[in-house]
């Protein structure tokens, strides 16, 4: 059960300087838009996200029910700043891309109306769909279009339709029902035109003047209800959030309060952070992953597959369910196992998923000895202590770890005797080297602490003969194994501020600078909350500079002056 | 012989409308095409069709560049799969990318340069747009797909098409939806006896305008940076538009055209070793081969592997790329081994390739003399990630303006050539193609015809 009431004050904190508790139950009913201490330019651009395949599968689910099949329409999305959502608003629909919208949108719209088949038991989707009923099939019908359209408008658009925009689908309803002597045919073809409208995929943060800062903007009702669906749900928002909306509720404490609370407590904000994890763990590789099948023979396609789940699971578990304290994902036991995996684990697993403890001396604890990541970050037939160690920088701590020089000299590890049995034999000649040292020495001491686990993760002491010696230190803390980097990690001040600075442009849809003034606060406030994601996602959603618009920075165009010397980055201590 | 088309836009459309299918009988192939096979009945010439392929990572240079300059040249064991289909192929040894005061970014300014002419400032610039966007906006007008990509790596994410510096061209990654894009809802056979234009098809059409009038709409209501892309996803909309026209028109005729059997695609093929890598890349050729010779395109890119060459072979520790970097060279052999033997692989890929378009009858020739095809890589020798003397590959006669069969020596000239040749043989009428020390407005002459 989540803690609802420590999300609360952290929710009020925001909403008063000092976060003092007495002060804090005055400041419950001040509006939002008065709060004294937001940093006057906290805030974000008005942007223009294209909709995600995610977003997209989640919004039709969410209209019209999971029998219908979505397909898979959406090209991929590049990683920017570590997040693939952050490339949504860069980039542009192509006409192959949008050639596939369409097919999309016709599969999408024929399922919604299709009349079923009662002798093969397939269902008519038509008549749970479409809230009324023609009063002739074969003809317009004008009132039962609007009906339909109206609603599904209203959902798809995420505001209310014009009326002309509904006489508008009404009259091309009537006379594609009239050309082709099916009302539902016409209904059709305006669905399908609906699934392709740039109101639909293009998730625009629509703005209005911000009545308590001259000359300055806020998303309007409709681009704040929106906002807080794609952060919290994935997905477009339902009809109470809209509502919510339409009567301008959002900009009350009280309306929006009631509205996040509600959304935090819905079984759709699973959507959600499964999205968002998915994303910041980098799970779309999994989509092209595969294992060398004579190397490791008992790993399959469903290996990897549930491995990516499995992280999943384990992460809606800890920081939903439990709602526990994030850094503690880099050290808990329990996760879960399928039968897929078991043979990775070394255990029997029934079929299905069930919860399951790592023992103690298993070696393994916490996300990072998951087979998710230890796949994910190898190669095909072989383990990779510095695909690793960059990884966990990368990925958990928000370092760039940079890449290697061209001109790099490798023949001092080609090593065709094989006098060098284990990997850190091997990287000891990266790190001697000084135009490789400068980013080995920060990846290899974390990523030879894996080395427990092969390119498969599985957990092995030796390396063609050799004891494997998983010794090494993070940021200057020492430990000896896999653990021992998990409860490292854990511990590092950069894991809490990485985490909010994902989440922060997550929800804002860009990058976010490092010196945002909201990252400080929002930071402070996830540590009193005991590192609760929930209590961050309430947090931000529920604060000013959620809602704030401030002008776009300068374009990234110019980019920085080239050079071949290797950038060795600071590492946070 | 001339032979007028039986129906007109006007009449399919009124027919459809009234709710009547329009069935047509068609006598076709040979009899569309002049006397000489080398254009239609009615003048128009056959298209000429754009191509790119691209393999990773280089090669082995001491066995791969012929000794022998134009000709009958020599096919050291690199490239000894080229063999059967030598004379159809040109292989450009010996010219250099520039990259200025750009970094050498690995296994990205190589073919970023000989793609988009330009050296890019860092992993995620990309300068300009891609060879083949231009060309496709020069030729594809009247096609189904303006263009193709298609990977055989099994990631749609490999790509080396990109029309902007955020857009960028997605492949597609399996032999099952290429042909499901291609083949599947949506196909008109050329030549079919019977042309049934969908009903639902103009009733979109119509549906379309109130979404183009959204689009506009949003478009004013955006910053500088968005209106851009809002425009874009009119001009998309737009040739929506245009595509929904084409379908409610009678297709020409295409001599060549044979629609491939679905059974050849059912089976998931899933593996990154380059005995599974081959199997898709063969399935995908022979898919986009009937893509060209039905008009379901005029422009494709396929890619054999991607720049940091994922390719694995089983049994051996290390994939492509790793295996340029880290084995050691043998010393006796005088090359990396195992290496080379991706590149072989890659190779006797592109030998299919070629072949596969040359088999196909049309006109008086054959699909692939119809076509220019430009295949690159991103490294020379990927081993020290160097750019110089980026080996380069063309196929086709570009419908008779080209000669075949050729090795030519670029004398350290910019590799940019090859790529603003070819501009100019599909019609591309620009005075020089490139940046800086890459602009180049020389033509490789010895390969005009």
Redesign the interface.
């Known amino acids: 059960m989540r803690d609802l009431m420590k999300g609360d004050e952290a929710g009020r904190r925001r909403w008063i300087v000092g976060g003092v508790a007495a002060v804090a139950a005055i400041a419950a009913v001040v509006l939002l838009t008065r709060e004294p201490s937001l940093p006057t330019n906290a805030g974000s651009?008005?942007?223009?996200r294209l909709m995600t395949g995610a977003q997209f599968a989640n919004s039709i689910e969410y209209m019209f029910g999971p029998s219908i099949d979505v397909g898979s329409a959406f090209?991929?999305l590049?990683r920017v700043d570590g997040l693939l959502a952050l490339n949504a608003s860069?980039?542009?629909?192509?006409?192959?891309?949008?050639?596939d919208f369409?097919?999309a949108a016709?599969s999408i719209a024929s399922q919604v109306m299709s009349e079923g088949n009662l002798d093969r038991g397939v269902p008519s989707h038509r008549d749970a769909l479409v809230p009324c009923k023609p009063a002739v099939a074969t003809e317009p019908d004008d009132e039962c279009a609007a009906t339909f359209v109206r609603n599904a408008g209203r959902l798809l658009f995420r505001r209310p339709l014009s009326e002309q925009?509904v006489a508008?689908?009404v009259g091309?309803a009537h006379?594609?029902a009239d050309?082709?002597?099916d009302f539902y045919?016409?209904l059709?073809?305006?669905l399908?035109?609906m699934l392709?409208?740039?109101?639909f995929l293009?998730i625009?943060d629509?703005t209005e003047p911000d009545p308590d800062r001259s000359g300055h903007r806020r998303l309007d009702n409709y681009g704040l209800a929106s906002r807080l669906s794609f952060l919290l749900w994935n997905s477009i928002p339902d009809e109470e959030l809209l509502d919510a909306a339409e009567k301008g509720e959002l900009y009350t404490q009280r309306g929006r309060k009631r509205e996040v609370e509600r959304m935090l407590a819905s079984p759709r904000l699973e959507n959600g952070v499964r999205a968002f994890f998915d994303d910041m763990f980098g799970f779309d590789h999994f989509?092209?992953l595969?294992k060398?099948?004579?190397?490791y023979p008992s790993i399959t396609?469903a290996t990897l597959q549930d491995a990516r789940e499995q992280t999943l699971r384990t992460v809606v578990d800890h920081l939903l369910h439990k709602n526990a304290d994030y850094r503690d994902l880099f050290t808990t036991r329990s996760t879960f196992i399928s039968r897929a995996l078991g043979p990775v684990y070394q255990v029997g697993a029934a079929p299905g998923w069930s919860s399951y403890e790592l023992p103690a001396n298993s070696g393994r604890a916490g996300i990072l000895t998951h087979v998710s990541f230890l796949t994910l970050h190898a190669?095909?037939?072989?383990s990779s202590a510095t695909l690793r160690g960059k990884a966990l920088r990368e990925v958990f701590l928000c370092q760039r770890v940079p890449?290697?020089p061209?001109?790099?000299d490798?023949?001092a590890?080609?090593d065709?005797d094989s006098s060098l049995k284990t990997a850190r034999e091997k990287l000891e000649v990266h790190r001697t080297n000084p135009s490789c040292a400068g980013c080995h020495k920060i990846t290899d001491p974390i990523g030879l602490t894996l080395e427990n686990f092969d390119g498969a993760g599985q957990f092995r002491t030796t390396e063609n003969g050799a004891q494997i010696d998983t010794s090494g230190e993070l940021d200057g803390k020492p430990f000896k194994d896999a653990v021992g980097l998990g409860e490292a990690l854990r511990n590092s001040p950069a894991l809490p501020t990485c985490l909010v600075k994902q989440v922060y442009s997550y929800a804002t849809g860009g990058s976010i600078d490092t010196r945002d003034p909201m990252l400080e606060i929002f930071e402070q406030d996830f540590a009193d909350s005991g590192y609760r994601v929930v209590d961050l996602l309430r947090d931000i959603a529920m604060s000013e500079a959620f809602s704030r618009i401030v002008p776009?920075p300068p374009?990234k165009?110019e980019?920085?002056a080239?050079?071949?010397e290797i950038e060795i980055l600071t590492v946070m201590n | 012989m001339m032979m007028k088309r039986p129906i007109t836009r006007r009449r399919v459309l009124r027919g459809m409308l009234g709710g009547a299918a329009v069935s047509v009988a068609l006598p076709l192939l040979d009899c569309f095409l002049n006397t000489n096979g080398t254009a239609y009945a009615d003048g128009a010439p056959l298209p000429v069709r754009f191509g790119t392929w691209s393999w990773g990572c280089g090669m082995s240079k001491s066995i791969f560049v012929p000794k022998k300059i134009g000709a009958d040249y020599d096919l050291p064991e690199e490239i000894v799969s080229f063999k059967p289909v030598r004379q159809h192929i040109n292989l450009l040894t010996n010219f250099n990318g520039f990259r200025d005061a750009a970094p050498n970014l690995c296994h990205y300014t190589g073919w970023v340069i000989q793609r988009a002419g330009s050296p890019p400032m860092s992993t995620f610039d990309r300068p300009g747009q891609t060879i083949d966007v231009t060309v496709a906006r020069r030729i594809s007008a009247g096609t189904r797909y303006q263009s193709l990509s298609v990977t055989a790596t099994s990631d749609e994410r490999d790509t080396l098409s990109y029309e902007n510096a955020t857009t960028v061209n997605t492949a597609i990654a399996s032999p099952l939806a290429l042909y499901e894009k291609l083949f599947g809802a949506g196909f008109q056979d050329p030549n079919a006896p019977e042309f049934k234009p969908d009903p639902m098809t103009m009733v979109r059409k119509s549906a379309l305008s109130g979404v183009l009038e959204d689009a506009k709409k949003m478009q004013a209501s955006v910053g500088a940076a968005d209106r851009q892309r809002l425009d874009q996803y009119f001009s998309s909309l737009r040739d929506l538009e245009r595509q929904f026209e084409l379908q409610v028109t009678r297709p020409e005729p295409r001599e060549a055209c044979v629609v491939p059997s679905k059974k050849s695609v059912e089976q998931a093929i899933s593996g990154i070793d380059a005995e599974h890598v081959a199997a898709r890349h063969k399935i995908m050729t022979d898919l986009m081969v009937m893509a060209v010779a039905c008009d379901q395109t005029r422009v494709f890119n396929m890619l054999y592997s991607k720049p940091f060459s994922g390719t694995t072979k089983n049994g051996y520790d290390k994939p492509h790329h790793t295996a340029t970097h880290e084995e050691p060279i043998d010393e006796s052999l005088g090359y990396q081994p195992n290496a080379s033997w991706f590149t072989r692989r890659a190779m006797e890929n592109w030998a299919y390739f070629v072949e596969a378009f040359s088999k196909v009858k049309e006109g008086d020739g054959t699909l692939l003399d119809n076509m220019l095809i430009y295949a690159t890589t991103d490294q020379s020798f990927a081993k020290i990630h160097s750019i110089d003397g980026l080996p380069m590959l063309t196929a086709g006669r570009a419908g008779g303006k080209m000669k075949t069969g050729l090795h030519i020596d670029g004398k350290g000239s910019a590799s940019t050539r090859m790529g603003y040749t070819a501009l100019k043989l599909m019609g591309v009428d620009v005075p020089s193609w490139g940046t800086q020390s890459n602009t180049t407005s020389q033509e490789i002459g010895e390969i005009l015809a």
């Open positions: 651009p008005a942007r223009v090209a991929p590049q860069q980039v542009s629909v192509t006409m192959g891309q949008m050639q369409q097919r016709v925009k508008e689908l091309n006379r594609a050309s082709l002597d045919g016409g059709q073809v305006v399908e035109s392709i409208n740039p109101q293009l625009e629509t989509d092209s595969s060398d099948p004579q190397k396609g190669h095909p037939a072989r890449p290697p061209p001109n790099v490798f023949s590890v080609e065709p776009a374009s165009q980019l920085a080239p050079t071949e």
